[in-house]
């Protein structure tokens, strides 16, 4: 625009001389070169291209840049607590008696009692304490099932027990006292008893058994005597079951399988072992010897 007005004022003032203005050849020149100058000071200029549909654009120093979002906390897990193993208390109990070897598992609900608890056990019963046909037996202990066992049953006591008769040979310990009448006992007394007599493999035992069934009254027991020689000695294994038939004016009850209470005792007869008995060997002795003296001189030959 503003080169447009330069020759546009050249062309007035080159229309003034020729229409005879006032003016001198040296005052032409001048605006010429004015007129010129500034023609060339506006070409040089680069002009900026603008659009009447564009909207002036200012950033302002202040404008901030959006904010990084914060980084998201995973939650936190519910901390497992740790399960405590702790292993089950064993079903079973081992009974060891050192002095005679004899040891057996029983169930760990059922009730154990030795030495005079187990005779007074058996007593209390109302059994016969040891079977054998001479005297010195005792009884090491005795296992009785739990009186809730067979409940509503005339079952009135289950024991397993173990004696031992040092006094006795291996001939005498495959011999039972009982059915044999004691001389004791009358002979019309109420009790019967009959026998029967086998043998029973516990292990690499064999074992001469016997059971007998006795009653009187009300009463009755069936036992079942095991008789095996080891380590001089004669052990007894009893399995007895005792039953009481309620009077009349008592609550009615149903006879114990008696085959399923001897299964149970019988699991604790499978059991047993006996170990062999430890016996010290004599020192060795030194038999004292006379050291030989120096060899005699001969005497000289005449």
């Given amino acids: 625009m503003k ?24 005052l032409f020149a001048a605006i010429l070169i004015v007129a010129m100058f500034a023609s060339g000071c506006s070409i040089d200029r680069p002009k900026p291209v603008s659009s009447p549909n564009q909207t002036p654009i200012t950033q302002s120093a202040s ?39 004899v040891s057996f598992q029983y169930p760990r609900k059922d009730s154990l009692k030795t030495g005079d608890d187990a005779n007074s056990e058996m007593i209390t019963a109302g059994s016969v304490p040891t079977d054998f046909v001479q005297p010195g037996g005792v009884t090491l202990a005795a296992v009785v099932l739990p009186s809730a066992s067979y409940k509503g ?21 495959g011999e039972f006292s009982v059915p044999q009448p004691s001389p004791s006992t009358p002979s019309d007394s109420p009790v019967k008893a009959t026998a029967q007599l086998s043998k029973f493999m516990v292990g690499d035992l064999e074992l001469q058994s016997v059971e007998t069934v006795a009653g009187e009254g009300a009463k ?11 380590n001089d000695a004669c052990y007894e294994f009893a399995l007895k079951i005792a039953t009481t038939t309620p009077a009349e ?14 299964s149970q005792l019988e699991k604790i007869l499978a059991t047993v072992k006996i170990a062999p008995e ?15 003296g120096p060899p005699a001189e001969e005497a000289p030959t005449q």
Avoid at 6 to 26: E, F, P
Avoid at 68 to 94: D, G, L, Y
Avoid at 250 to 259: G, L
Wanted: charged content about 20%; proline content about 10%; overall charge positive.
């Fill in 3 to 26: 080169h447009f007005n330069s020759i546009q004022k050249i062309k007035n003032a080159r229309n003034y001389i020729a229409w005879g203005g006032r003016t001198d050849a040296a």
């Fill in 63 to 101: 404008l901030a840049l959006p904010a990084a979002p914060a980084p998201v906390q995973p939650k936190p897990q519910p901390v497992a607590k740790k399960k405590v193993v702790r292993p089950r208390p064993a079903t079973t109990v081992t009974y060891t008696d050192k002095a005679s070897g």
């Fill in 153 to 173: 049953t005339d079952l009135s006591s289950a024991m397993f027990d173990v004696s031992v008769n040092k006094g006795m040979t291996a001939a005498e310990c």
């Fill in 220 to 230: 009755q027991h069936d036992v079942k005597y095991f008789h095996v020689f080891e």
């Fill in 249 to 262: 004016s008592e609550a009615a009850t149903t006879p114990v399988d008696r085959d399923a209470v001897f």
């Fill in 278 to 292: 430890i016996k010290s060997e004599p020192a060795p002795t030194v038999a004292a010897t006379t050291p030989a």
